[in-house]
């Protein structure tokens, strides 16, 4: 964990895709506060990637890469009620370096899903049929060769997380998922649960990414009701015995 103090969570959100006019993942990463406070607890930050995301796959392995590498520059400075802004992004004074505790991606329902809150647990390395916008499929060879499993799962309990937001939000369908599109929402978690693999410096931040799919209504009061459920599905993520360093995933 980052410290004894806080709970850093990197959110990602994306830019508006194929015919669709806006993409409601960023408008929620936007609207989400650049603090949680919780009494007794660990200060939850939310640490903002600093640019939209894009649908190539080469552009997925790069913000994942990016990330977990935990320069500061890469996320946005928080801004403060007055207006005014600080450094205050999960990074130490005099150190740019950001220790990232969790990632969240967030992405929006498409195609003929169904339109509701899916929090995802699973992503596969094979089998993106579509191209990214560069025209160019997934190097599913370059993975395997890389000794990359078909398939990682987060290390959170998203059940229980889900759980705890369904009793804030009883009325608003959704649900744990076990597919997550297999398009670039999938990839981007796979991505992101691969890096640490990889990379023996991030060994502890194995299974340390989450998914969370949004329904693409976008009035006002739709991207505020997702804010706060996102922000309930946050919270209860940061009490997972895997957030304060308890649990074990052997991966």
Not at 19 to 42: E, F, H, M
Request: proline share 6%; net charge negative.
């Amino acid at each position: 964990m980052s410290s004894q103090d806080t709970f850093n969570v990197a959110v990602t959100g994306n830019r508006p895709f194929l015919d669709y006019p806006v993409n409601t993942s960023q408008l929620v990463r936007d609207a989400l506060p650049d603090a949680i406070d919780r009494p007794n607890k660990p200060i939850i930050r939310i640490l903002k990637y600093d640019r939209d995301t894009i649908d190539t796959y080469a552009d997925v392995r790069q913000v994942s890469r990016e990330i977990w590498g935990g320069s500061s520059s890469f996320f946005r400075t928080p801004v403060h009620t007055d207006g005014s802004s600080s450094s205050g992004n999960g990074s130490s004074p005099g150190n740019d370096h950001v220790d990232i505790d969790l990632i969240l991606h967030l992405g929006m329902v498409a195609f003929d899903y169904p339109q509701i809150f899916t929090f995802e647990t699973i992503a596969h390395r094979d089998g993106y049929e579509l191209p990214g916008d560069d025209g160019k499929p997934v190097d599913s060879e370059e993975l395997k060769q890389l000794g990359l499993p078909d398939t990682l799962a987060t290390a959170f309990d998203v059940e229980a997380a889900w759980l705890k937001v369904k009793e804030q939000f009883p009325d608003t369908p959704s649900s744990v998922s076990k597919n997550a599109g297999h398009y670039f929402c999938e990839f981007r978690l796979y991505s992101s649960l691969a890096e640490p693999l990889l990379d023996k410096a991030l060994s502890k931040k194995r299974g340390r990414t989450v998914f969370q799919h949004l329904p693409e209504r976008h009035l006002a009061e739709d991207i505020a009701l997702a804010t706060k459920i996102t922000i309930a599905y946050i919270t209860a993520l940061a009490d997972d015995p895997i957030a304060n360093g308890d649990g074990n995933f052997n991966h």
